[in-house]
Structure formats: structure tokens, C-alpha cells
């Protein structure tokens, strides 16, 4: 017993995020049942599911859009599941919607909002560190949000959502809507920013994201039915010719 | 030809003045998808606010007007907390919230008419200082120059806010979108909280000047007041502060050009102004596309 708690004690240390039992849905329509995931510091976590799944609730349900009905959720070693969204956030955590921008303000504005829990100063070196790593943004940085390309808002998106110094970056089907090659830009820019000690956690239906991932779950009608690598996820037969089959 | 002018550079004045009136009730629909009703009624107060303060403690508008934006700030974060988020977390917020501030309306007039009685009431025009302008070769008074003035400073110190302040900007990522707003780490009910008092401020400043531009106050005619408002803001794009200039202009002039020709006619310019924008472009003159400016 001793041991045991021991363990738990030291997971939970190593752990940035963690989740377990989570329950929660729509009004009367239950989504997710005892859905369970863990990110650990440095990890590029990938949630793999079809459409319907469940990815976009349980995101929700982690940052604070959705209640948890039941379960826990563990934020560095914090009880946040009750917490309110914005506290959550300003503890290291960072969401990038399906949306991912707001169309409405100009470019820099969205950065802005994106740190808006920094002080001010902080925001101007760190909006800085993100027109050099996007330097269309900065020629651009007056113009609205929504005069930019798809590929180019979630360019947006994720230099909106890296601006307030994450630990862990969350992110909502980051391809939803971009062709294969600003897929492979949005990989890239994963990459990018995982070598600069952020976390990833990504909901996705699009299999190349596996490329990059440490650890995969698999999330099927509410419910988590694998959790492992991706070497683990191609001996899967069954999952192996749901989520690669089209390429067998 | 002088007619004409004079009624034209009067629409302008006025019109800005009715922007200044309806503004906060835009706002405040913007922010958080609620009819505020009893916006007119609140304008009522103030006014009655500036009447007594000068009657009875002989204190002049301006000193009321600061200390009524203090309190009409306080009073509307309160009443935010008390009872919006209860209905933002309804199925039908904008329905619910027609129907409460309506209530809320009644209230307040039922009150004022117990505290202050039905007569109308009026200030002395030069209460507000003397600042008379000529144009055209017309003179204009100095409470409708000095009104005018006043409201100009209200929506600009409100443009700075929302476009140069990092709780402005938060403010009209709400209006533009509530979900991404919060997904952002922006609290939204404090700004929320925050926008309703300083709509509610919007109508107290408006209010401190209802006096010496509309003439006669009396408890009932916030209800007018409301319609009024609701329709500039319909005529410029519900949801849109910058659409509310242009309706209150709009409106401004149409009832002032009414009033030099066919004053008969012109109560009923608010409504047919409506009835049109509703019939010809329901998103207001600014349109959709202007609501998340």
C-alpha cells in the first residue's frame, strides 16, 4: 500500500497533467465515460479519434469550457477541476480551438489576448519572440484576423496560444480545414516549439500527427480504448486498419 | 435655405447626443447578448439625479455627472453579478432578458413616481455654462453645443477604451466571441461585469444632459427613451458601438429635418425609422460584418 502511494506521489509529480474518471457532456447527453490521460513534462501526446469521438468535449471539459461531471483533474499536482477556465490558463496551460483566433480583432490585438495574462512588458518581448518565429504576422500585424488564409490564422492560432509562455499547449484538431501542406507546417511548428521545452497535447483524426507523438490514446464514442506508443497502436490489428487502413 | 441648415447642423448636434444615449445599450448588448429595457430608465435616473442635485444642493451637472458615472458603475457590476449570469446560463438569454429588464423597467418607474411624482420637470438651459456657437448665421445654445461637446468626449473616452486598452481589446474579443474569449484566459464575466457598468455610466452621462436637450423629465419617460435607443441601435447594427454613432446620426437628423417641416409627424420618426432598417436591412446600416468591429 505503502508502495503504491509512493508511486502515485511520483506520478503525479512527473506528471503536467492528469486526468482520470472524467464523465461530462451536454445538457442531458452524456459525451465522455471515465475517460483517463496523463501528459508528462517534454511529451507530445496525441488523442486520435473520428469524428464525434469525443476529442472536442474532453478538451473542452480539460481547460475548463465543459464542468467535469465526474473525475479529477490534476494540473502540475493541482486539484483544477473545479477551477475556473481563465485560473487555468494562467497556470500554464494554453487552448488552441478548432477556431483558434478572434476574427474580429487585427493580428497583434489577437496576440495580445493571447497573453493576456502577462504583464505588460512581457507581452511586448514575447509578442517579439513570435514575429520572429512568424515574420508574416508581423507585416501584417495590423490587418484583421479574419483577412488571413486558413493556413495563416492557424499560423495565428498557435502564435496566439504560445504568447502567454505555456507549459502545455492543447490543441483541437490543429488540421481541421488546412491542406497537406500546411498539415506538415503546423507539424512542424509542433516540433519546433516541443524543442523548446513546451508540452503538446493533441486532439486529431489526421493519422500524420502520429509522426510526432510520444504517446497515443485512442478516444471511440466517449471512451478511451488504447493508450500507448505508436509502435504499441500499429500491432493493434483492430485500430491498425481503423485509423491506417486506407493506406494498407 | 438657413431653415434647412439650421435643422441640419441641429440633427448633428442631437444625433450625437441620442448616440451617446443608445450607446450603452448597445454595449451592453454586445457584451453579453442582453436587451437591457430598463436602459431608458436608468437615463430617467440620472436625469432626475442632476435635477435635484442642482435644485436642492445647488450642484452643478458636471460635478453630478462624475459622481453619478462613480456610482451608476458600482450599480451596474452589481446588478451584473446579481443577475446576468444567471441568464446567460439559459437556453434562451436574449428572450429571458426582454422580459426580466422589462420588469426591472417597471420597477424603476413605479419607484420614481412614488420618489419624484408624475409632473415633469425642467433645468434653466445655461445651468450646463454658456457656449453659444454661430454657424450658418444662426445661433446654436450652449446646452445643445455643451451637450454635444459631452457626448463626443463619452464616445471617444469609450472608442479608447475598447481599441487602446488591453481590457478593451479583452472586451471586444467577448463581443466577437464569447467561447474563444474564455478559451483565451479572458475572465470573461469580470469583463462582462465591467462593460454593464460602464453602460450603465453611458446613461448616466446621458442622462445628467437629457435635461437641458430633451427638455421636461418625468418618470415615465424612460420607456420612451429605451425605444428611442433601441431604435438608433437597430438603425446602425445591433451589437455594434461604432453602428451606434451612425444611427444616433441618422435618427438625429431625421427627427430634427421632421420637426423644421412636419412636426406633427415627427413622434413618429423612431418608429418608422425601425419598421424601414427592419424591412430593407435588418443588420442595421453597418451591417453584420460591423458587429465585431
Redesign the interface.
Known sequence: MADSDQQGQFHQEVSLLDVSGIETGYDDLQILWNVGINVRRGERVIVLGANGAGKTTLLKAL?G?LPAWKGAIHLNGEAVQGM???RR??RGV??L?E???????TIE?NL???G??LA?GAVRSQMAVMYDFFPDLRARRREAA?SLSGGQRKMLAVA?ALM?RPQLVIMDEPSAGLSPLFVSEVISMVNRFHGEGISFLVAEQNVKFLEIADRVYVLDAGRMIFSGTVEELHKNDALERAYFGVYG | MSTFLFAVVSGILFGVFFSLMAIGLNFAFGVMKIVNLAHGDFVMLGAFGAYYALTVFGVNPFATMLLEIAVFLVVGVGLYYGIIPRLLRSDDPEMLSLILFFGISQVIEALATLAFGTNPVTLPTNALGQLSVQLFGQAFGSSWVIGFLVSVVAIGLLYLYLYKTKMGIATRAVMANRNEAAASGINVNRISAVAFGIALALAAVAGVLTPFMLGGIYPSVGVNLTITSFSIIVIGSLGNPVGTVVGGLVYGLSLLLMQTYLSSWANMVPYVLLILILLIKPSGLLGKGARNA
Open positions: 481547460v469550457l475556473r477556465i481563465d490558463i494562467s494554453s487552448y480551438s477556431v483558434g483566433v478572434v476574427a474580429g480583432l490585438e495580445r489576448i493571447g493576456y495574462h505588460s479574419a496566439k502567454s
